[in-house]
């Protein structure tokens, strides 16, 4: 069971994620019908948390780029099913390799927040699944790996 992040962990984590100038940071699904929203400031993703944590999902899920990990961010197309989703055709998704994935769960609720990527064998494994994004070669994987340490470390910092 998480316990809701509060409003000073969020800052933590936005910090830590704009602390090495990220070059993307993107909402990971967007809402039904509309584009993914970028975030260019931690101020900008403390403001969006706080505007969804009265929202029907309380939580806030993100892919985040930084420019020395290479490869890039492909902001996919989703088509849906109208007759499951009130008539909405389709959202977008971020997607690639090394991408860092950041859920900040901000209600109470059986999922905790968690930042986590790809390795490069897990991408390698999968990338013949979705040809359209770029090879996990183009990835620099050990930047990632970095990224990905710190951001857990501020999670981690953010809820002991």
Not at 140 to 151: E, F, K, N, Q, S
Request: hydrophobic share 40%; with cysteine.
């Amino acid at each position: 069971m998480s316990v809701a992040i509060s409003d000073a962990a969020i800052r933590i984590i936005a910090d830590a994620i704009y602390l090495e100038s990220p070059s993307t940071v993107i909402e990971a699904y967007s809402a039904f019908g509309q584009e993914a929203r970028t975030f260019a400031s931690s101020q900008e993703l403390c403001a969006y948390a706080n505007l969804q944590r009265n929202s029907r999902d309380p939580s806030v899920h993100l892919a985040v780029h930084y420019p020395d990990m290479a490869g890039r961010v492909v902001n996919t197309r989703v088509a849906l099913d109208p007759a499951r989703c009130a008539g909405h055709t389709y959202r977008y998704r971020a997607d690639g390799w090394g991408l860092i994935q950041v859920c900040l769960q901000l209600g109470s609720g059986s999922q905790r927040s968690s930042v986590s990527a790809n390795s490069e064998k897990r991408a390698n494994a999968w990338a013949a699944t979705i040809p359209d994004l770029d090879s996990p070669a183009v990835w620099d994987w050990p930047a990632v790996a970095r990224h990905l340490r710190r951001l857990r470390r501020a999670l981690k910092q953010a809820i002991p």
